[in-house]
């Protein structure tokens, strides 16, 4: 009997694996904070002898280099793979026993990088499911502009083959089970589902429902833009991230907080965005601990940049550390629990700005800007007339093209909406944060349009 368990990392929309039998197992593409592979491995009572990496990856830093010294697993990198550190080549047509009867079938899957290669799990010779990485996702498959632009469409049409390799070489039986696709960058396309079969996929999946050349144009129109950190995962996980520290960071003051803000550094408020709307440190910025922290901080925040985080228990800042040093923002400068009344300086309020729904921006909208921070795509399938688009990864850089007055910010769920809400309040700019969802700007009367 074999398993396979799932270790998900939500915030980046990524899962990592664990699978085997009685007495070892074989972690694939682990995230960097290993511990809670560890602990999968300890709770099945068995011994990691394996860890692989499906490929280098530009969306996070793996754990997969810590998680072989810590536990004396070979360490399987794809052959094609340019890195600085000692690791087992791991060539197409590869097997590897893992456990009783359960092997490890390497098989090269080009596309999402050109090293790429998935991994299908055999019990007594019969694939029962393939570790597919940022090959073939649910409906979907890796984007392929992530390595070098003048590589984007043959990885495109390498996409297509791979899919159709797995596709032919494995059972319809055989689960699926991708790295990315559950909300992450990585994915060409949203998943449609959380589970899925090879035989499903050949029902349903473009790359292997289209032909090549329809499914290449398709696939390259649809690329959006993808967060400005990911140039710095690949060289880090092809030179070996380091082990992560996840102690508690120095404790700041109201004093310290203020003279961190006034040297220009970066102070971030982890808690929801209600909370933080009701009261705040002036000057701070809000991205939700729960709320792809990870993401959109890496995104925007200036490379090497300190940043404080401000949580409201050591809970939750136990929480933002562990997604940031995911994507290599390790230790914070400095951390505060508590609320805005013990991080401002005495005789100082915390400053404030009002939520809205769709339907209040309905009855205020020929006096307000309106100001769309959702990507292009989206804005293509729907905004608001006359309203202003700056993408909230560009809006940080983009401030001074928000026309004047108060601007009402909106996105598609209101997440969004909020961190560029605190981008602007923090700017001095007189703000709304539109909590609302999309769907409901028509519902309210809102004039939209498509294109």
């Given at each position: ?15 990592g694996?664990l699978?085997g ?17 560890l602990?999968?491995a300890?709770?099945r009572?068995?011994?990691i ?21 810590l536990?004396?697993?070979a ?6 793979a340019?890195?600085?550190f ?5 060539h197409d ?11 490890l ?5 080009p ?17 029962v499911?393939?570790f597919t ?11 392929p502009d992530?390595v ?6 043959d990885?495109?049409r ?6 159709h ?13 991708p790295t990315?696709g559950?909300g992450?960058f990585?994915s ?25 050349d ?13 967060p400005a ?16 520290d996840?102690?508690p ?28 709307a ?10 939700e601990?729960?709320?792809r922290?990870?993401?959109y901080l890496?995104?925007?925040?200036p ?6 985080l401000?949580?409201?228990s050591?809970?939750?800042?136990a929480?933002?550390?562990r997604e940031l040093?995911r994507?290599?923002i390790d ?7 508590g ?7 005495e005789g100082?309020e915390?400053?404030?700005?009002p939520?809205?729904a ?5 009855r ?12 292009a ?12 688009h700056?993408?909230?990864?560009a ?5 001074g093209d ?10 598609a769920g209101g997440?969004?909406?909020?961190i560029?809400a ?7 700019r ?7 969802s ?11 349009r498509?294109g």
């Amino acid at each position: 009997m074999f398993f396979i368990d799932t270790i998900e990392v939500a915030g980046l929309g990524n899962r990592g694996y664990l699978a085997g039998g009685e007495r070892t197992a074989v972690a694939v593409d682990p995230p960097r904070d290993v511990d809670r592979v560890l602990t999968a491995a300890a709770r099945r009572g068995v011994r990691i002898s394996h860890v692989v990496e499906t490929h280098i990856h530009n969306d996070y830093l793996t754990g997969g280099l810590e998680l072989a010294r810590l536990t004396g697993a070979a360490y399987g990198v794809p052959a094609g793979a340019t890195v600085s550190f000692e690791r087992t080549p791991v060539h197409d047509g590869d097997r590897t026993h893992i456990d009783t009867d359960l092997t490890l079938l390497a098989l090269a899957t080009p596309g999402h990088t050109p090293h790429h290669t998935a991994y299908a799990l055999e019990e007594q010779g019969t694939a029962v499911a393939v570790f597919t990485g940022g090959s073939l996702l649910i409906g979907t498959v890796g984007r392929p502009d992530l390595v070098e632009p003048r590589l984007t469409e043959d990885l495109a049409r390498a996409q297509h083959a791979s899919a159709h390799r797995l596709a032919a070489q494995l059972p319809d039986t055989a689960a699926v089970l991708p790295t990315h696709g559950f909300g992450s960058f990585c994915s060409a396309g949203p998943a449609t589902g959380e589970d899925t079969t090879i035989g499903k996929e050949k029902a349903s999946n473009a790359a292997l429902t289209q032909d090549v050349d329809t499914f290449v144009a398709r696939l390259l129109r649809g690329l959006d833009d993808f967060p400005a950190y990911y140039a710095h995962m690949s060289p880090a996980n092809s030179a070996g991230p380091a082990p992560v520290d996840l102690t508690p960071p120095a404790v700041a003051d109201a004093g310290e907080i203020a003279a961190r803000l006034a040297a220009g550094e970066w102070v971030v408020d982890v808690r929801h965005r209600i909370a933080f709307a009701e009261g705040h440190v002036r000057g701070t910025y809000n991205f939700e601990a729960d709320g792809r922290l990870a993401t959109y901080l890496a995104w925007l925040i200036p490379w090497g940049k300190p940043v404080t985080l401000l949580a409201e228990s050591a809970e939750q800042l136990a929480r933002a550390q562990r997604e940031l040093v995911r994507v290599g923002i390790d230790r914070p400068a400095a951390a505060a629990t508590g609320g805005p009344a013990s991080w401002t300086p005495e005789g100082t309020e915390p400053a404030r700005f009002p939520r809205a729904a769709f339907a209040d921006l309905a009855r205020r909208r020929a006096d307000v800007v309106v100001l769309d921070v959702r990507r292009a795509s989206e804005r293509a399938a729907g905004y608001i007339e006359g309203s202003v688009h700056i993408p909230l990864h560009a809006l940080h850089r983009r401030l001074g093209d928000v026309p004047p007055g108060q601007v009402w910010v909106h996105c598609a769920g209101g997440l969004r909406a909020a961190i560029a809400a605190s981008l602007l309040d923090a700017a001095g700019r007189d703000v709304v944060a539109v909590d609302d969802s999309f769907t409901a700007a028509g519902q309210a009367g809102l004039p939209l349009r498509t294109g």
